[in-house]
């Protein structure tokens, strides 16, 4: 039954399910490998699902959403969203959802007609005008001591290093943030400008942060892309406290905020930083 529930579920997006036998004990790698094949967005619904039948009574949904379609804040609505079409299904029900007073196409106009209208007075001249001045004066490149130079071409190649933060730590910021009126963002934010700049990268700290741009309450049930970078800039300059440095960043970050609706691809265009297929332009962290 559970088998046929799900495969009631999806075809109105259409999508194929196929039903895909698996021994338990190779469960994990083809979960892995339908995790990991690449899109061919040519031809492909930026949306796959594939339901795996480990036994009589026992069946596997992999659902895997290319991020041209979806972004981390939009998994919880997509699971809320199956789960009642599952719950429906399974008692010969059509999923009742809430229709949405927006839908993403939605979205992606109203942020095509505000990055068109870049005449003055405009909403994307107001947006650009702030980081141009915000952004003035950047440092092309960040001089960290690393411990090999940085490759003059890509492929920008890196190692990963993965570490826990304690929880008395994660409780020490929190309380940290709530004595100084910022976030625990910006407490780490702070913290990490002046291990930066303690490192030998100057006072002058621009740091590139993904922001979600949900900024109204309708778009809380959209599936969709809303993530932008912001250049968080942190001026480190002047010996200041760690309270006097989270009052800056805490300057800073809110009203870059306020003005994240510029997507960063259009930023560097207007900006026109000095480009270098050794670095990332506006930062490198």
């Known amino acids: 039954d559970g088998a046929e529930a799900w495969l009631r579920v999806l075809p109105a997006a259409r999508v194929d399910l196929p039903v895909v036998p698996v021994r338990p004990e190779d469960l994990d790698r083809r979960i892995e490998a339908g995790a990991s094949a690449g899109f061919d967005l040519t031809t492909e619904v930026p949306l796959r699902a594939r339901l795996f039948e480990v036994g009589a009574d026992e069946h596997v949904l992999l ?164 993530v932008n970078t912001l250049v968080l800039r942190t001026d480190v300059s002047g010996d200041p406290t760690f309270a006097e440095l989270v009052d800056r960043v805490r300057e800073y970050d809110l009203a870059a905020f306020a003005h994240q609706d510029v997507p960063f691809e259009r930023l560097v265009e207007a900006l026109r930083p000095e480009r270098s297929a050794a670095r990332h332009p506006l930062f490198q962290v």
């Not at 008395?168 to 780490?188: K, S, W």
């Open 63 to 226: 659902v895997v959403v290319h991020h041209i379609a979806g972004d981390g804040t939009s998994m919880p609505v997509l699971a809320k969203d199956l789960a009642t079409a599952y719950a429906a299904r399974l008692e010969g029900a059509a999923p009742a959802w809430e229709p949405l007073a927006v839908q993403y196409a939605d979205y992606a106009s109203r942020q095509r007609e505000l990055l068109d209208d870049e005449s003055e007075g405009g909403e994307a001249a107001r947006q650009l005008g702030f980081w141009t001045g915000a952004l003035a004066g950047l440092p092309e490149e960040l001089t960290l001591p690393a411990d090999r130079p940085r490759p003059a071409v890509g492929p920008h190649r890196a190692g990963r290093h993965t570490f826990e933060v304690p929880r008395e730590l994660y409780e020490r910021v929190g309380r940290v943030a709530r004595e100084l009126r910022a976030t625990p963002f910006m407490v780490v934010q702070a913290a990490l400008a002046a291990l930066l700049s303690r490192l030998g990268a100057g006072t002058d700290i621009p740091l590139g942060s993904p922001v979600v741009s949900r900024s109204e309450e309708s778009l809380a049930g959209v599936v969709g892309f809303f």
